[in-house]
T-cell receptor
Framework: AQSVTQLDSHVSVSEGTPVLLRCNYSSSYSPSLFWYVQHPNKGLQLLLKYTSAATLVKGINGFEAEFKKSETSFHLTKPSAHMSDAAEYFCVVSVGGGSQGNLIFGKGTKLSVKP | KAGVTQTPRYLIKTRGQQVTLSCSPISGHRSVSWYQQTPGQGLQFLFEYFSETQRNKGNFPGRFSGRQFSNSRSEMNVSTLELGDSALYLC?????????????FGQGTRLTVV
């Protein structure tokens, strides 16, 4: 069965410092992976997706993620945090359907950004 | 292009009542999925519709139902509401079902059952 594990439930950084949000996946074949962001009382916004093309994926707002098959990881990074990055981030794997639906979500990582 | 529109944004209902939530997908998208989001359980899949047919259903009781119309708009209904149904209900729109397909989410409907 496919799944994703977000290794940190909460990450706190200072404005201007790098961001690292960790995600490991479990899949029996090459997965499709996504990162979504959710600001308070909002829906989810797609940050970036990996679909077996380039292993380094660039997304919106300066975020990027690197797919590492050997480590089964898909960590999200940003060189310099901004106050507006404070939100919850979800790592997601696409499984194509079934009783869990097409998208399997991680538990989320809440990012706090200190001034 | 307009995004995914969910109405209403907020609802307060009493236990035992029923509720209907609406989702209008992005123009041209024919796949709609519904999710329930709670602090304790996170995001849980409810059902997925494509071309007016339910493709998949999550592990929710029969009180939760849905449908999709010919214009791809979707509704979900919850009957005999329970306190535990209080949640943010999110609708996701895709061009088609399947792996590699991006899903675009609405802002959600916040349901509070009292």
């Amino acid at each position: 069965a496919q799944s994703v594990t977000q290794l940190d439930s909460h990450v706190s950084v200072s404005e201007g410092t790098p961001v690292l949000l960790r995600c490991n996946y479990s899949s029996s074949y090459s997965p499709s992976l996504f990162w979504y962001v959710q600001h308070p009382n909002k829906g989810l916004q797609l940050l970036l997706k990996y679909t077996s093309a380039a292993t380094l994926v660039k997304g919106i707002n300066g975020f990027e993620a690197e797919f590492k098959k050997s480590e089964t990881s898909f960590h999200l990074t940003k060189p310099s945090a901004h106050m507006s990055d404070a939100a919850e981030y979800f790592c997601v794997v696409s499984v194509g359907g079934g009783s869990q639906g097409n998208l399997i979500f991680g538990k989320g990582t809440k990012l706090s950004v200190k001034p | 292009k307009a995004g995914v529109t969910q109405t209403p944004r907020y609802l307060i209902k009493t236990r035992g009542q029923q509720v209907t939530l609406s989702c209008s997908p992005i123009s041209g998208h024919r796949s709609v999925s519904w999710y329930q989001q709670t602090p304790g359980q996170g995001l849980q899949f409810l059902f997925e519709y494509f071309s007016e047919t339910q493709r998949n259903k999550g592990n929710f009781p029969g009180r939760f139902s849905g449908r999709q119309f010919s214009n791809s708009r979707s509704e979900m209904n919850v009957s005999t509401l329970e306190l535990g149904d209080s949640a943010l209900y999110l609708c996701a729109s895709s061009y088609r079902p399947g792996v590699n397909t991006e899903a675009f989410f609405g802002q959600g409907t916040r349901l509070t059952v009292v």
